[in-house]
């Protein structure tokens, strides 16, 4: 119709030209009397049929031209939508925000009479206005809890640097400012140059106002999605305040006219882009290698928030989940000593059955990587499994399993298994050997971290807890019995004569002597029980729910114990020492860890002044030929 239209005026025009070309020359001919003869028709027609076919070519290379116009238009958008989407795959929350923003953009501009030029630059704005967002990290972009001062001054430069990347393209419409000053306020507390009132450009008015309605409603890393009523309440209260109150009228006004027109779209809120079966696959590709990023950032980040080695192992198996996809995932933990690994933790199907299962070097999957400290993922998973029970129907047809190492020292194993067959590929070993690396230095730290505790808590000479491990340990029993009403013992023990072993025969041997004493020491109690060296020579045992009774038994066994010990140091000579026992009850005898002591040790040195004098008597009735027990 328009081509009909165009070719219409074009032959009016050209016969108007040439009658009009046709009368003047006439009239220059004959002194200005026209007169419209033959000669002068031909002319005409001949004027004619060149003015047409000219006129013709400049509207043919015009339409041709708008043509290409209109395609470079079409392509131009198309360009700033992909860029766009790209963005917005960025974002691990966002899901077609920008699209949205860009609706309620444009419809709130028309509604407030903006120009053609404004209503484009709008739209162009709509959908570029996070392009500086490429500059902020995926963690701060992502991360679930509130910014820091130092964070959020890197989110604000996403303005700046989103106009500055956009000043070099020569938009036929302001954009620019549309970018830079969408995060301005009404009242002038906004940002990045503090503009106030009309002083923020109109289109930027405007979305603010859109921009920050879609945010709301959108889950975000720190907090879940507001509805729309809250969404609304938002801009209401803050009109006149952030936002323009015009704006936020009109947007409030039309906002069933742009939902309805977004919905038609597909692009509702929640709507995910893997959804959507026209979703180019190189944007769920974008979204998926930022997902990735985020995850393995998050997992490194978690690796460090807990020293201890169980903590450790749980945030590993639960981390795994968030990358690759898993039935069962146990974390295995190497033991040099006892050389074997055993499962410290695991989660999904059987977790239970696997829990503290112990694997040797060479047994099974996990036994192959922990001596061989190589992948592996092709070997029938059930390997695993034997012995554990499982039902005909419970079968695994995937796994892979790699080894945890830090440097030339093995921690352990990291098995994912999935009963889906050929469930795993090469990217999930990727990502899981990226994960596994992150692991074992987590795991290396929370062992070193345990050594570090246990030395700490250990002395060093007998290899018993020490005074330290002693208080906690009491307060957990004395917690435990406050809780329950079961009554715990007190027991000290000072061994006698151990001087004399010092003075005769040197430290070394006092100490290889006090190693000694030690394990006979804890040969006498029951595996729950606790022994610790106090100081020097005493010892301190705490011991559960014996009657006076069986603490009488426990005290004559131990004095038996010690009495028949003799420590061989050289050729025919002996060193041995007696002891000497007092007890108290949590309760009877005082309810701290100082009160007991006190009281423990008043009853040892009553026993043992009462040996003592024993001891003098009996000398003194052998005329002194009793000798020292120290020395034998």
Not at 161 to 171: D, K, N, P, T
Not at 435 to 456: F, G, I, K, P, T
Not at 554 to 581: K, Y
Request: glycine share 6%; net charge negative; charged share 25%.
């Amino acid at each position: 119709m328009e081509r009909l239209r165009v070719r219409s005026v074009s032959w009016l025009l050209a016969a108007a030209i040439s009658i009009g070309l046709v009368v003047v020359v006439a009239m220059l001919s004959d002194g200005f009397t026209v007169r419209f003869d033959g000669a002068h028709a031909a002319l005409a027609v001949a004027i004619f049929g060149v003015t047409y076919t000219a006129y013709r070519f400049c509207c043919e290379r015009f339409e041709k031209a708008a043509q290409r116009a209109a395609l470079l238009e079409e392509l131009y958008l198309a360009t700033l939508e992909s860029l766009a989407a790209a963005i917005d795959a960025k974002d691990q929350m966002t899901h077609h925000h920008v699209r949205r923003v860009q609706i309620y953009a444009a419809g709130t501009g028309r509604a407030l009479g903006l120009s053609d030029q404004e209503i484009e630059a709008l739209r162009a704005g709509a959908l570029l206005h996070d392009i500086g967002k490429l500059a902020v990290p995926d963690h701060i972009l992502n991360k679930p809890g509130d910014l820091t001062v130092a964070e959020f001054e890197k989110m604000k430069v996403h303005t700046i640097i989103g106009a500055q990347l956009l000043e070099s393209i020569s938009f036929p419409y302001p954009v620019v400012p549309v970018i830079r000053h969408h995060h301005e306020r009404w009242n002038g507390t906004g940002y990045p140059d503090g503009l106030r009132g009309e002083q923020i450009p109109i289109t930027a008015r405007i979305l603010a106002v859109v921009d920050c309605f879609d945010a709301l409603r959108e889950d975000r890393p720190y907090r879940p999605g507001k509805s729309r009523r809250e969404a609304c309440d938002f801009l209401q209260r803050y009109s006149g305040v952030y936002f323009d109150p015009r704006v936020v009228e009109v947007f409030l006004e039309n906002l069933p006219r742009f939902e309805a027109e977004i919905e038609g779209h597909g692009l509702g809120v929640g709507t995910r882009n893997e959804h959507v079966s026209h979703a180019p696959s190189a944007l769920i590709e974008i979204r998926r290698a930022h997902r990735e990023v985020y995850a393995l950032y998050e997992i490194a980040s978690s690796f460090g928030s807990s020293l201890r080695v169980e903590d450790t192992a749980a945030i590993i198996a639960d981390k795994v989940g968030h990358i690759v996809p898993f039935d069962t995932c146990v974390v295995y933990v190497y033991d040099d000593a006892c050389n074997y690994a055993r499962a410290m933790h695991a989660v999904g199907r059987n977790a239970s059955a696997i829990m503290g299962r112990c694997v040797a070097p060479g047994e099974g999957i996990i036994g192959f990587v922990l001596a061989n400290r190589i992948a592996v993922s092709e070997l029938d998973p059930m390997i695993d499994f034997a012995g554990l029970g499982l039902d005909s129907d419970d079968v695994y047809r995937s796994a892979m399993v790699l080894p945890l190492c830090k440097e030339e020292r093995l921690l352990g194993a990291l098995a994912i298994y999935a009963v889906e067959p050929n469930r795993y590929t090469e990217d999930h070993r990727r990502l899981l050997d990226t994960v596994a690396r992150l692991a074992s230095d987590a795991l290396a730290n929370a062992l070193h971290h345990a050594m570090a505790e246990s030395h700490a808590l250990t002395d060093a000479l007998t290899g018993l807890p020490n005074t330290r491990a002693l208080q906690m340990r009491f307060e957990e029993e004395a917690a435990r019995t406050r809780r329950t009403g079961r009554p715990f013992q007190l027991i000290m023990l000072d061994l006698d004569d151990f001087k004399k072993v010092n003075d005769t025969f040197g430290h070394k041997v006092g100490d290889q002597l006090l190693r000694e004493i030690a394990c006979r020491l804890q040969m006498q109690l029951r595996d729950y029980d606790f022994l610790a060296r106090y100081a020097g020579d005493e010892f301190v045992a705490l011991v559960h729910d014996l009657t006076a009774e069986q603490v009488d038994d426990l005290r004559q066994r131990i004095e038996r114990t010690i009495h028949d010990f003799s420590f061989h140091v050289r050729g025919n000579e002996h060193a041995r020492v007696g002891v000497s026992i007092g007890a108290a009850s949590f309760g009877l005898d005082g309810e701290t860890l100082d009160e007991l002591l006190v009281a423990a040790d008043q009853e040892m040195y009553t026993a043992k002044f009462a040996r003592k004098r024993m001891r003098a008597r009996l000398k003194g009735e052998s005329g002194g030929s009793l000798a020292s027990s120290a020395v034998n």
